[in-house]
Nanobody, 126 residues
Framework: VQLQASGGGLVQAGGSLNVSCVAS????????VGWFRQTPGKEREFVAA????????NYPDSFKGRFAISRDSAKNTVVLQMSTLKPEDTAVYYC????????????????????WGQGTLVTVSS
């Protein structure tokens, strides 16, 4: 599975931005798709994930209410909608797909994800 992340850019604090992840080579069926982010010198941080088959989602408490993950079956795309952005949200955002996300708990750790996109940079200015 090849993943392509897109939609990053520059946005002012308080604004909104959507980043998208599209798969090529196959659909996301039977996968969980997650978003992580990373800033220089820090560990990659889990942001959100969605189980493709049923649309169930998982977010850390710190992102609930500001970030929303959704899927578009027709486009084989997962979208992360980010709102009320803060300068500390500045990071490279990566999408990833997990074969283990078909049933049970939705994966939240990097090790659970098998395929990764190249990342898209989101910069939030103050």
């Amino acid at each position: 599975v090849q993943l392509q992340a897109s939609g990053g850019g520059l946005v002012q604090a308080g604004g909104s931005l959507n980043v998208s992840c599209v798969a090529s080579g196959r659909t996301f069926f039977n996968y969980a798709v997650g978003w992580f982010r990373q800033t220089p010198g820090k560990e990659r941080e889990f942001v959100a994930a969605i189980r493709w088959n049923d649309g169930n989602t998982n977010y850390p408490d710190s992102f609930k209410g500001r970030f929303a993950i959704s899927r578009d079956s027709a486009k084989n795309t997962v979208v992360l909608q980010m709102s009320t952005l803060k300068p500390e949200d500045t990071a490279v955002y990566y999408c990833a797909a997990s074969r283990g996300g078909r049933v049970g708990l939705i994966p939240v750790t990097q090790a659970d994800y098998n395929y990764w996109g190249q990342g898209t940079l989101v910069t939030v200015s103050s």
